[in-house]
């Protein structure tokens, strides 16, 4: 076979595990219900559907009775767009098979970063359990996993940065960070990316300084190119100063490293925090505060888990790789053992870059575009009835228009997207819209704590919509309320009569 045929027609070892994480999603992990196990994947949808049919982005907030019409900040309202377009072609099972295929880009490109690390053949191939198992614990329809796809080819860029300013490069900068900017609020990492890199080649007079310190200006002015300004970055700054707030927020809180499943969470860190310090010893010091950073934020917050295993563990992994190499003072054997395995890696490598199966690229999301749409799955894609009042949505939606229903965030969130945001709810996940106060008023009410009842007054609700078997399950029905429609999931009660 001609090296052109190989090239397109033999897949390389970043395809056949991108093609892997797709099949471990949809079949192992259960993602056509699991990616929508937040119901915040509801309300995006909505919002998004409510863009395009408006042509218009939000600029206060149309879905809530308890906080309604205040100014609110629809910073991912492009990626909710994308959404919608994909739920208003097939349901939610067109916004499964769109974040499939996103999932499957995240793989192929995570890859990219790994063999420009320098990182071995088969420890580069095993380490994916690592990345797919510290991933997967974020795996949910929401925009973040597009700013995924953003950071990898962030950093793979300020890795490969030329020597010379190049005007397209600009263009390019610029596009990707407009385009970030109104899809995730993680855009302000390419920016930081790219001004940590311009500094470390600044301070080895690596000229490749200069593109970069370009690059990290550019994708921060062209981050204000949003519909709301300089003012989503204020925003998105407060939210994330406010302590009182993110504490009560449970993908912000550490990790619980005790829990079953958690070793490739806990071998990650290891091999992370072996990079951090060869790195240094390299010399490379603008990856070495990059993992630094992401190690701390993992450490910090679940959410940084993610980050962690798809920029650090790489970066780490080709530092580890070389630390191996270039050791001296083994014995013998054990030395010759480790040449052996270094030249059949770097074998298997040379054979990798000259394939790549580009013509077979396409046929991997046609063939999971087609096994969505079979019998093979008795459940269909979206919001689980297990997890969400699904059965029991029929009567709330019989209820008066101007019914005040409490709801938990997560029931919340779901309502706006069975109801087309039509029936307003009291509080669902946009947290940083509600805000510290009312996040600290709403959590005594869910466990009956201390001073409950006064903030269950307050709000003079008609109706509840409270989970099976929680503590105001209990409660409400010993303060006069009547239980009118229960379903696996919730229990709905009315107000009795005073």
Same mark, same amino acid.
């Given at each position: 076979?001609?090296?052109?045929?190989?090239?397109?027609?033999?897949?390389?070892?970043?395809?056949?595990?991108?093609?892997?994480?797709?099949?471990?999603?949809?079949?192992?992990?259960?993602?056509?219900?699991?990616?929508?196990?937040?119901?915040?994947?509801?309300?995006?949808?909505?919002?998004?559907?409510?863009?395009?049919?408006?042509?218009?982005?939000?600029?206060?907030?149309?879905?809530?009775?308890?906080?309604?019409?205040?100014?609110?900040?629809?910073?991912?309202?492009?990626?909710?767009?994308?959404?919608?377009?994909?739920?208003?072609?097939?349901?939610?099972?067109?916004?499964?098979?769109?974040?499939?295929?996103?999932?499957?880009?995240?793989?192929?490109?995570?890859?990219?970063?790994?063999?420009?690390?320098?990182?071995?053949?088969?420890?580069?191939?095993?380490?994916?359990?690592?990345?797919?198992?510290?991933?997967?614990?974020?795996?949910?329809?929401?925009?973040?996993?597009?700013?995924?796809?953003? &950071?990898? *080819?962030? @950093?793979? /860029?300020?890795?490969? +940065?030329?020597?010379?300013?190049?005007? #397209?490069?600009?263009? !390019?900068?610029?596009?990707?960070?407009?385009?970030?900017?109104?899809?995730?609020?993680?855009?302000?990492?390419?920016?930081?990316?790219?001004?940590?890199?311009?500094?470390?080649?600044?301070?080895?007079?690596?000229?490749?300084?200069?593109?970069?310190?370009?690059?990290?200006?550019?994708?921060?002015?062209?981050?204000?190119?949003?519909?709301?300004?300089?003012?989503?970055?204020?925003?998105?700054?407060?939210?994330?100063?406010?302590?009182?707030?993110?504490?009560?927020?449970?993908?912000?809180?550490?990790?619980?490293?005790?829990?079953?499943?958690?070793?490739?969470?806990?071998?990650?860190?290891?091999?992370?925090?072996?990079?951090?310090?060869?790195?240094?010893?390299?010399?490379?010091?603008?990856?070495?505060?990059?993992? &630094?950073? *992401?190690? @701390?934020? /993992?450490?910090?917050? +679940?959410?940084?888990?993610?980050?962690? #295993?798809?920029?650090? !563990?790489?970066?780490?992994?080709?530092?580890?790789?070389?630390?191996?190499?270039?050791?001296?003072?083994?014995?013998?054997?054990?030395?010759?053992?480790?040449?052996?395995?270094?030249?059949?890696?770097?074998?298997?490598?040379?054979?990798?870059?000259?394939?790549?199966?580009?013509?077979?690229?396409?046929?991997?999301?046609?063939?999971?575009?087609?096994?969505?749409?079979?019998?093979?799955?008795?459940?269909?894609?979206?919001?689980?009835?297990?997890?969400?009042?699904?059965?029991?949505?029929?009567?709330?939606?019989?209820?008066?228009?101007?019914?005040?229903?409490?709801?938990?965030?997560?029931?919340?969130?779901?309502?706006?997207?069975?109801?087309?945001?039509?029936?307003?709810?009291?509080?669902?996940?946009?947290?940083?819209?509600?805000?510290?106060?009312?996040?600290?008023?709403?959590?005594?009410?869910?466990?009956?704590?201390?001073?409950?009842?006064?903030?269950?007054?307050?709000?003079?609700?008609?109706?509840?919509?409270?989970?099976?078997?929680?503590?105001?399950?209990?409660?409400?029905?010993?303060?006069?309320?009547?239980?009118?429609?229960?379903?696996?999931?919730?229990?709905?009660?009315?107000?009795?009569?005073?």
């Amino acid at each position: 076979m001609s090296p052109t045929l190989r090239r397109w027609l033999v897949p390389d070892i970043a395809l056949i595990l991108s093609v892997v994480t797709m099949a471990y999603c949809l079949f192992s992990f259960n993602g056509m219900q699991l990616l929508f196990r937040d119901a915040d994947s509801g309300w995006h949808i909505r919002n998004g559907e409510r863009v395009l049919a408006t042509g218009a982005v939000p600029f206060t907030e149309p879905y809530s009775w308890s906080k309604p019409g205040e100014a609110w900040f629809a910073w991912e309202w492009l990626a909710d767009c994308v959404m919608a377009q994909a739920h208003l072609w097939d349901g939610p099972r067109g916004v499964f098979f769109l974040y499939l295929v996103v999932l499957g880009i995240v793989t192929w490109l995570w890859f990219q970063l790994v063999w420009m690390q320098g990182t071995w053949f088969l420890v580069g191939a095993v380490s994916t359990w690592m990345m797919l198992n510290t991933t997967n614990i974020h795996w949910l329809a929401r925009p973040h996993l597009f700013g995924w796809v953003f &950071l990898l *080819l962030v @950093v793979l /860029a300020a890795e490969r +940065a030329p020597q010379r300013v190049n005007w #397209a490069h600009i263009l !390019l900068v610029a596009i990707g960070g407009a385009l970030w900017a109104n899809i995730h609020a993680s855009f302000f990492l390419g920016a930081g990316i790219f001004l940590l890199y311009a500094a470390d080649r600044w301070l080895h007079s690596d000229l490749s300084w200069k593109p970069l310190a370009a690059w990290g200006t550019t994708a921060f002015l062209a981050s204000l190119v949003n519909p709301y300004g300089w003012h989503v970055h204020e925003h998105i700054f407060h939210y994330l100063r406010d302590k009182e707030l993110i504490s009560r927020i449970g993908e912000f809180q550490t990790f619980n490293f005790h829990l079953d499943g958690a070793e490739p969470l806990v071998v990650t860190l290891v091999v992370v925090a072996a990079g951090i310090t060869l790195n240094l010893l390299e010399g490379r010091v603008a990856r070495s505060i990059l993992c &630094l950073v *992401l190690f @701390v934020g /993992a450490l910090r917050s +679940a959410r940084g888990l993610p980050l962690l #295993a798809l920029v650090a !563990l790489p970066i780490a992994l080709g530092a580890i790789c070389r630390a191996l190499e270039s050791s001296a003072g083994l014995p013998a054997k054990l030395a010759k053992f480790r040449d052996d395995f270094v030249a059949y890696n770097r074998n298997l490598t040379k054979l990798d870059v000259s394939i790549g199966g580009w013509a077979l690229a396409p046929l991997a999301p046609a063939l999971f575009l087609f096994l969505i749409h079979t019998p093979l799955f008795s459940k269909p894609a979206g919001f689980s009835e297990e997890t969400f009042p699904v059965l029991i949505a029929a009567q709330i939606e019989k209820l008066p228009a101007d019914a005040r229903i409490y709801s938990n965030d997560s029931f919340g969130g779901y309502m706006i997207y069975r109801f087309a945001g039509q029936r307003k709810v009291f509080f669902d996940g946009r947290s940083d819209y509600y805000g510290s106060a009312f996040m600290k008023d709403y959590l005594v009410i869910p466990e009956v704590k201390s001073g409950w009842e006064k903030q269950w007054n307050r709000w003079n609700f008609t109706h509840a919509l409270v989970p099976v078997g929680s503590a105001l399950a209990d409660r409400l029905p010993l303060k006069g309320w009547r239980e009118i429609g229960k379903d696996q999931t919730a229990i709905l009660f009315e107000k009795g009569p005073q």
